[in-house]
């Protein structure tokens, strides 16, 4: 319970002023994943790169649901928190260098509960609740993010549009990197390899709509990852 007041503390104190500038949020929040073990899995560049996918994705269908610049800019403040969750979890998990075995995967699937735990505890014992901005978008992303449209994923089996609009946009660009990028288990794959790969979990795995808004904005992903570049 301290560590969880620790991370929960830290998480407040990012989000409760509204005058953070991005590289600021940034920063604060690799500092808050230094705490623990999420940087041997997760690095900062990673976090970046899955908010700039989250905010290419958001604008990209901006009109179709109806999201306010509002809700575009905290959706890339959010996302780098998805994995929060994961400062509870072992080291020798989260940098396994091969499959994890059924045992393990059960494990690291908790990762999802154990973040929205520290959001609550965040929101409910700092008196936040009526006073931070969008905490409903927080507490959905570091949830859900590994919900799946057929209702396979984790942690509630939620289908379709069961699955918060900001889960299933930051599920995309968190799977958009995590094939891009270099891991422990496997080497980076190309752009055109990733977008394939990302085509066929489409409509069952993926929303099909951010799909399409990658492959179409590939020079964009391109320039994120020249960017934001390990």
């Known amino acids: 319970m301290q560590q ?10 990012l989000i409760a002023s509204e005058d953070h500038t991005v590289q600021d949020l940034n920063s604060a929040i690799s500092a808050v994943l230094r705490l ?8 900062p560049q990673h976090l970046k790169r899955v908010a700039h996918y989250s905010r290419l ?10 999201l306010s610049e509002e809700w575009i800019e905290h959706l890339y403040l959010f996302a780098p928190l998805h994995d929060i969750g994961k400062v509870f979890l072992p080291e020798k998990l989260l940098t396994k260098p091969g499959p994890l075995s059924p045992q393990e995967f059960e494990r690291m699937k908790t990762h999802t509960l154990k ?11 700092f008196g936040y609740k009526d006073h931070l901005h969008y905490t409903g978008m ?10 799946t449209i057929d209702g396979k994923g984790y942690p509630y089996g939620l289908k379709g549009d069961e699955i918060p ?13 995590a094939m891009l990028t270099k ?11 990733t977008l394939k790969e990302l085509q066929k979990l489409s409509g069952s795995k ?4 951010f799909i399409g808004i990658l492959a179409s904005h590939k020079q964009e992903l391109m320039n994120i990852r020249t960017a934001s570049a390990e």
Do not use: F
Not at 38 to 43: A, M, R, T
Not at 165 to 177: F, N
Not at 206 to 209: A, H, M, S, W
């Open 4 to 13: 969880m007041q620790v991370y929960a503390r830290v998480i407040t104190q």
């Open 183 to 193: 891991r422990v288990y496997k080497e980076a794959w190309s752009m055109d390899k």
């Open 206 to 209: 993926l929303e099909p709509e």
């Open 36 to 43: 623990n073990n999420i940087n041997k899995s997760e690095s």
């Open 138 to 147: 927080l507490r959905n992303i570091v949830t859900h993010h590994h919900e």
């Open 115 to 125: 973040g929205r735990d520290i959001i609550d505890h965040m929101i409910d014992s």
């Open 57 to 66: 994705i958001a604008t990209n269908c901006a009109d179709t649901y109806s």
């Open 165 to 177: 609009l900001e889960a299933r946009i930051v599920a995309v660009a968190d799977i958009l990197d």
